[in-house]
């Protein structure tokens, strides 16, 4: 009589067939992806059958080659994904195109296998059972080497099966938040909407493994700080039933950064958009300040990459941040965690500082527009969650001449003003309190001066941002046309946040310094003055630039009337009265290159439409300059009579 196979013989005998597939060739045939999926689907069974009956004391090392052995298809699925994405015209691409569900029913049968493993793992648990997640030789944690498992095949999936997929988090995010920019769309109100993606097959496996994680009493806040623990075996006897050949080692099964990131935006998007994603894994977190640091920071900008191919990645990565920050209380980050993260110092993660130039970087460099507006909201969120002396060294880093990004510093300025117009705003409700505080015979309101409004913000910012750079303009009778117009917005926001601080200082109280005679000359010298001059030097250039080129379009003008014989249709001509431009033009209208009979190229070619496009920007600066010289050349002649 044959002897009944051992748990161990069965298990042993379908990873030995299990192991005969290779998944990314059989794959991409269609009849041997059928026998494979029948293969995997029988002998999955047969795995969880066999694992039923295992000793305890021996479980882990078949859990682990059963988590092995449904590891590889969903790693093979992912590798089959990227090469569709790289190379469209190969057979497997083209069977993708003709079947969209081409790997649904697989990822389906992967899905329920690793539901089964997971409940039949979890249903031999006790039910108070606690877990630590680390891996161990040892007999004593054999129930947390059972829990780091199924935690590492869980957030394996998230990794190859969800992360890479859209599923809109930090706009769905930002509209939950800030419900007046719902109809918010960086492509302009009259622009068609693009076409969203199908993320319905991407929640669905989202909110399984949430599920799953519910199911395994995963605790979201270990995951979250969770750092591998090197141990090895001491094990020297094959013979042993204690001895696993292949060490229970944490660097071997590393849980996934990107898993855990993925797990992290989808529980914040299922709890602020359950009709979408309903789970009940939405446990609380615990957003103190340091989570920014030891979490957010170390997890989720690490993935903030600005390349089209990482932006569904990095859409989840900043919905984590932008929740973490937006928890954040105010004035809450001190100067000592400017550079370090906790005072713990296993603790690797980023310090507020790394955080920050993660994001100005990704905000100034992402293809999508919305996700660097986004991005620009955190950082303008992440500024006021400093204390003021932080906010003095994040912004003047950005003002600087030192950040790579021009549109940045642009930006920054403005922010600048944001700090600056909340603090005469406190400033003005703790005099208003103090005055009613007086009149009913209470002490005035205690109110902390902020350096925002004193003679530290000129001190700190006026060389950054109220200063003409001469360095770019060097070169070229027109100080380099390239350079003026790089540096454009720069100069009009720093224009804008002089003439704001000299409206919102009164000149009575001139906290800022604003307007001390050797502030207003100061400016007068080394910003206003040469920048003016470099205005008008610009628009004589372009007048008598524009000039050459409506002669140009005459001389074509008349050529066509003496062929035709009568007068045609000058398309796109736009005149200019007297010198002068006429802005009432269609900004519209598209220019087209015209090609030279020899293939050279030469420098670009002078438009109507593209001179009196910065004829208009530099007619707004000069505007501009002259508001701000009509209230500060008053006040140096008063300051000047009265010395």
Known sequence: ???????????????EILSTVEWVDDLQDKRACTEAMALFEMHTAILLTALKDVKAKMFSRFLKDAVLAISRP???????????????????????????????????????AVQGLVTLVVDKWPADQAFTLKLSPEQENELNNQHYLLVYLILMVLDQ???????????????YTNPKYKRFSPRGPNQPPVPKENTEATLRHLQCMMDLCTKCHLSIEDLLVWKPTPVFSTGVN??????????????????????????????????????????????????AQDWVFTTAGGLASGFLNSEESQLPMADKALLVLLYAIDRTPLDSFKMEGLDYCTKDSAMDRMGLFQIFQVMVNFAATCSSSSHRFFCFQGLDRLIQACADDVKMVLLEQLVSPKCPFESMRAAAINLVKGVVERAFTALEKARAATQ???KIGKPAVQHAMSPFISPLLLSNFQEHV???E??????SPLKNEGAWHDKYDTFMHALNFYLFLLMRDSKDDNLTEVWSTSNLKNTQREFLEPLTTRVQDLKEDYIQRLAKVEMEQDADFMDGVQQAGEAPIAEGKIRSKNGVVNFDIDMDDDEFDSDDDDGLKGPPKDTVLELNQNMMKLELMDELLERIQELTSVRVEEREDDD
Not at 88 to 103: H, I, K, M, N, Y
């Open 1 to 15: 009589m044959q002897q009944e196979e051992t748990p161990r013989e069965r298990f042993l005998a379908s990873q």
């Open 74 to 112: 969903i790693k093979a699925i992912r590798r089959l994904k990227e090469y569709i994405a790289a190379d469209s015209s190969t057979d497997v691409a083209q069977r993708a195109r003709e079947e969209p569900g081409l790997f649904v029913d697989l990822e389906e049968k992967i899905s329920k």
């Open 161 to 175: 099966w969800v992360a890479s997929e859209n599923m809109d988090a930090a706009s769905t995010y930002f509209e």
């Open 238 to 287: 094959e013979m042993d039933d204690s001895y696993d050949e292949e060490a229970m080692v944490e660097d071997n099964y590393p849980l996934s950064e990107t898993g855990i990131t993925t797990i992290t935006a989808g529980m914040i998007y299922a709890m602020i958009n359950p009709t979408k994603l309903a789970t009940p894994f939405t446990f609380p977190l615990a957003l």
């Open 436 to 438: 009613e505080n007086l």
């Open 466 to 468: 109220l200063r003409l």
């Open 470 to 475: 001469i360095k770019p303009f060097q070169h």
